[in-house]
């Protein structure tokens, strides 16, 4: 069975910072894992995926998450905090069964970036 | 090219009432899912369609209900409303639903149970 953790609902960094959100996933075959941003009164967006191809993984925005398999992680980064990142991230892996598919999300984590 | 569309994005009912929301995949996409939001269990996973069938179920109540056109669009009925329906209702799309295949959400319905 597929799960995933979000270590940490809440992570506040100042601008320029750089951010960590952490992942861990729990999967019984190889994981396709996702991450997404939710912005107030929005829907998801696709920051990034890994599908095997790469360990490191980069996304829109200048977002990139790295592939551990040993720490079954896929913790999300980036280098330096734009106040325009602020918002709720979540974590996915993808739950897969012959052809269907369905997302088991993480509870999320809600970035706050100040100035 | 366009995303996923969903309509309506707000509404509000009163108990009893039924709801239909609608979902328009990303073009060339087959498969359309459904998720439900809410701040106390978070994102949950309803239904997936896919060649109007359903494919997939969640862990919903027989008042949840879906279905899927030959066009790829799809609606979903919930009936009887109660106050804890009140979510953000997420459709995603993805080319064949299989693995490796990436999925992409709309902006969601927000539905109001009063």
């Known amino acids: 069975a597929q799960s995933v953790t979000q270590l940490g609902s809440h992570v506040s960094v100042s601008e320029g910072a750089l951010v960590l959100l952490r992942c861990n996933y729990s999967?019984?075959?190889?994981?396709?894992l996702f991450w997404y941003v939710q912005y107030p009164n929005q829907g998801l967006q696709l920051l990034l995926k890994y599908t095997s191809a790469a360990t490191l993984v980069k996304g829109i925005n200048g977002f990139e998450a790295e592939f551990k398999k040993s720490e079954t992680s896929f913790h999300l980064t980036k280098p330096s905090a734009h106040m325009s990142d602020a918002a709720e991230y979540f974590c996915a892996v993808l739950f897969y069964g012959g052809a269907t598919n369905k997302l088991i999300f993480g509870t999320g984590t809600l970035l706050a970036v100040q100035p | 090219k366009a995303g996923v569309t969903q309509t309506p994005r707000y509404l509000i009912k009163t108990r009893g009432q039924q709801v239909t929301l609608s979902c328009s995949p990303i073009?060339?996409?087959?498969?359309v899912s459904w998720y439900q939001q809410t701040p106390g269990q978070g994102l949950q996973f309803l239904f997936e369609y896919f060649s109007e069938t359903q494919r997939n179920k969640g862990n919903f109540p027989g008042r949840f209900s879906g279905r899927q056109f030959s066009n790829s669009r799809s609606e979903m009925n919930v009936s009887t409303l109660e106050l804890g329906d009140s979510a953000l209702y997420l459709c995603?799309?993805?080319?064949?639903?299989?693995?490796?295949?990436?999925?992409?959400f709309g902006e969601g319905s927000w539905l109001t149970v009063v």
């Open positions: 073009s060339g996409h087959r498969s």
């Open positions: 995603a799309s993805s080319r064949t639903g299989g693995e490796g295949n990436t999925i992409y």
């Open positions: 999967s019984s075959v190889p994981p396709y």
